[in-house]
């Protein structure tokens, strides 16, 4: 707020005072696009998950390896971060065990409060795993800390432009932001080929994927599609 040489507040101009409330209205509009959008893939991704069962797993593992024959880089030394399926996630448990098997380190996140970075421990094959925030699995407390150049996302709804509909929490837009701070890094949407949808409402808080992988394709954002 703008102070007059007083003290007191002093008044907002027309101009500025119209410009507050249609930046004020556009955000409603894209949180409650949002919310109809979020009711609605939740449906279609139940669907899907259901359809495909557990072949899900092999066809997203086998994908991600034809997307490492199309330009997506993975060093012995890089350390992805994937997670846990809960509901109807797509399951990437398999493909975890396969980076694994080629001697990429794995971490999967821990959540704090909402809006917040999340942290993230190691992981392997047969660790123990505990019940965290909103009844993720996540590893234990004495597994190491790691920070992740490609981190995998779970998605409700995704669009050819890398745009990502989540889950409301802002945990992972503000953990790849804060990644993105630090030093250049892969955001990488897995999802079923159904949850692409034309556009994906958005604001300057929301990160774009670099790749999406689904069940049928892969997706390298701003080039071909496989």
């Known amino acids: 707020m703008d102070y007059s040489s007083n003290g007191r507040a002093a008044p907002l101009s027309r101009k500025k005072f119209e410009c507050e409330l249609i930046e004020r209205s556009a955000k409603e509009k894209t949180i409650k696009a949002k919310k109809a959008l979020r009711a609605r893939m ?75 970075p999340m942290i993230f421990r190691s992981w392997k094959t047969g660790d123990k795993l505990r019940l965290g925030q909103y009844g993720v699995q996540q590893p234990e407390q004495i597994k190491m800390k790691l920070e992740p150049d490609t981190v995998i996302v779970p998605l409700l709804a995704f669009d050819r432009f890398g745009n990502r509909l989540g889950y409301g929490g802002g945990y992972y837009d503000s953990t790849i932001s804060f990644l993105r701070q630090k030093r250049e890094i892969l955001a990488i949407g897995v999802a079923f080929d159904c949850q692409e949808v034309s556009s994906v409402p958005s604001n300057e808080r929301d990160e774009r994927l670099d790749w999406v992988i689904t069940e049928k394709r892969v997706i390298r954002i701003g080039l071909d599609q496989r």
Not at 52 to 63: D, H, P, V, Y
Not at 79 to 103: A, C, F, H
């Open 42 to 116: 939740r449906l279609v991704r139940q669907a899907a998950s259901k359809i495909l069962g557990k072949r899900q797993a092999q066809l997203i593992a086998a994908n991600f390896s034809n997307a490492l024959e199309h330009g997506l880089r993975l060093d012995s030394d890089s350390v992805v971060s994937g997670y846990w399926p809960i509901s109807d996630e797509i399951d990437i448990r398999n493909l975890m065990d396969q980076l694994t098997e080629k001697s990429v380190k794995i971490c999967l996140p821990v959540t704090g409060r909402p809006g917040a």
